[in-house]
C-alpha cells in the first residue's frame, strides 16, 4: 500500500509510520515540519502542507492524526488553534480526497473520547451522546469535518488517554520518581486508557480490513480509577503511592489540559471488542510493566 500519515512525527504517529514502513509499505508524509519528517524517515515521502493533494493522489489509505497539542494554558487564540487544527486540517484533507484523480480506499480520522464529556458515573459507548464542554465540541466538529464521501471508506477512532513513553504519562511520573507519588485530585475520576502499541495496531486493522467502519473507542477494555491508576504505578516503578497529589500540581504540568485527567470519563470499546481485536495489553499492570520494564514483559 501507499499510506499517507499526517501527524506522523507525534507520540502515536511515528510508531505507526515505523510499523508501516517494517511491513514494506510506502509511506507518504504531511507535515509543517518537512526537514525534520525527512530526517526522523529518510526511506518515506514527505510532502510540506501546501502538497496535500498531491500527497493525497494515488495513496491506498490516509490516516489522520494531525492537531494541535492540547497540553498547556487555553487562552482564546490557542484554543482556536485547538479548533482549527482538527476542523480546519481534517476539512483541507477530505477536499483534497474529493479532488485527487485516484483517491483513497480508506480514510481513517483520530478523535477523542473527550467527545463524551465528563463523568464520574456515566459509562460511555460509541452510541452514547456527545458532551457539552470545550473539548466535546472540538471533538464533534473533528468527527463532522470527516466525510469524505466519494465511496472513501470512513473509520474514527475515539482515542483515549495512550500510555506511552511521551504523553501525557510522562508528564504525571515526576512527583512518582520524587517519591512523592499518590492518588490525583479526587482519585474517583476515570482513566480511560490504551497502550501506545494496542492503538497502533488498531490503525493498521482499519487500514487494511474493510470491515472496519464507522465510530470505534480506541481504549482497553478496562478503565480503571485515578486512585488504582496511580497505585499501580507506584508498584511498578517501585515507589511510594500513599502521598495525594493536589490538582493545581497537574495544572501546573499540563495546564488547562489537566481536566482532561482531572475529571476523566468511563469509556468501553464496545465496538472495537465485537470486531474481535486482540487486546496485547487488555489490563493495566501488563501494560505499565511493557513501559517501564519492556526486557521483563
Known amino acids: 500500500m501507499a499510506v499517507l500519515v499526517l501527524g506522523g512525527t507525534g507520540f502515536i504517529g511515528s510508531q505507526l509510520v515505523t ?18 519528517a525527512q530526517q526522523l524517515f529518510p526511506q518515506a515521502q514527505v510532502f510540506p502542507l501546501a502538497a496535500l493533494a498531491e500527497a493525497v493522489d494515488g495513496c491506498t489509505g490516509v490516516v489522520n492524526l494531525a492537531g494541535e497539542p492540547i497540553i498547556g494554558r487555553w487562552t482564546v487564540a490557542r484554543k482556536q488553534a485547538i479548533q482549527e ?14 479532488q485527487a484523480q485516484v483517491r483513497p480506499q480508506v480514510l481513517v480520522n483520530a478523535s477523542a473520547i473527550g467527545y463524551y464529556g465528563a463523568s464520574e458515573t456515566a459509562v460511555f459507548r460509541e452510541d452514547s451522546p456527545p458532551g457539552q464542554d470545550f473539548l466535546a465540541q472540538v471533538c464533534q466538529e473533528w468527527e463532522q469535518a470527516a466525510q469524505p464521501g466519494q465511496g472513501v471508506r ?4 475515539r482515542i483515549g488517554i495512550v500510555l506511552g513513553m511521551g504523553g501525557a504519562l510522562e508528564r504525571i511520573l515526576p512527583p512518582f520518581r520524587a517519591f512523592l507519588g499518590g492518588p490525583i485530585g479526587s482519585g474517583q475520576q476515570w482513566f480511560s486508557w490504551i497502550h501506545q502499541t494496542d492503538m497502533v495496531n488498531l490503525l493498521l486493522a482499519a487500514l487494511d480490513d474493510p470491515a472496519w467502519t464507522g465510530v470505534y473507542n480506541a481504549t482497553a477494555p478496562q478503565p480503571v480509577r485515578m486512585a ?15 502521598l495525594p497529589v493536589p490538582g493545581m500540581v497537574l495544572e501546573l504540568l499540563l495546564g488547562d489540559a489537566a481536566q482532561v485527567i482531572l475529571t476523566g470519563q468511563q469509556v468501553l470499546p464496545q ?7 486482540c487486546y496485547q495489553y487488555p489490563t493495566l499492570t501488563p501494560a505499565l510493566e511493557n513501559l517501564f520494564h519492556p526486557g521483563l514483559s
Open 154 to 157: 470512513l473509520v474514527i477512532f
Open 271 to 277: 465496538r472495537v471488542q465485537a470486531m474481535g481485536f
Open 19 to 36: 510499523q508501516l514502513q517494517q511491513r514494506g509499505e510506502q509511506v507518504r508524509l504531511v507535515t509543517r515540519n518537512p526537514q525534520r
Open 228 to 242: 488504582q491508576l496511580c497505585q499501580t504505578l507506584g508498584q511498578v516503578l517501585q515507589r511510594p503511592s500513599w
Open 85 to 98: 487544527s482538527r476542523r480546519g486540517g481534517t476539512q483541507r484533507l477530505v477536499q483534497a480526497i474529493a
